[in-house]
């Protein structure tokens, strides 16, 4: 069973940076498509950024939303995942979880992992 722990979460104000932390348990992480999503009250769960597997050579994904802000990228050597945030906005304010899926290789803008985190709450005040 996989294991996901989000950390880094918290207050910060507009313009500011913040840096989400996954650390998933298991011997076979270098092979997982990992991916952070973020949900507010009232809507639904929505992709942020992927990353995959070693096998795909690392490719990164992201929402258009977050583009050019927030970078995705992973320590296969320490099974983590990272989600660098820069000029939060007001919007971004939301639960982030972390999530993953062995092998996967479909799209990444339509795609419900296997396994996921608790989530960690970022809110960014105005």
């Known amino acids: 069973q996989v294991q996901l722990v989000e950390s880094g979460g918290g207050l910060v104000q507009a313009g500011d940076s913040l840096r989400l932390s996954c650390a998933v348990s298991?011997?076979?992480?270098?092979?997982?498509?990992m991916g952070w999503f973020r949900q507010t009250p009232g809507k639904e769960r929505e992709f942020a950024a992927g990353?995959?597997?070693?096998?795909?050579?690392?490719?990164?994904y992201y929402a258009d939303s977050v583009k050019g802000r927030f970078t995705i990228s992973r320590d296969n050597a320490n099974n983590a995942v990272y989600l660098q945030m820069n000029s939060l906005k007001p919007e971004d304010t939301a639960v982030y979880y972390c999530?993953?899926?062995?092998?996967?290789?479909?799209?990444?803008?339509?795609?419900?992992?296997?396994?996921w985190g608790q989530g960690t709450q970022v809110t960014v005040s105005s």
């Open positions: 999530a993953g899926e062995r092998f996967y290789s479909g799209n990444y803008y339509n795609w419900y992992p296997d396994y």
């Open positions: 298991g011997r076979t992480f270098s092979s997982y498509a």
């Open positions: 990353i995959s597997g070693s096998g795909s050579g690392g490719r990164t």
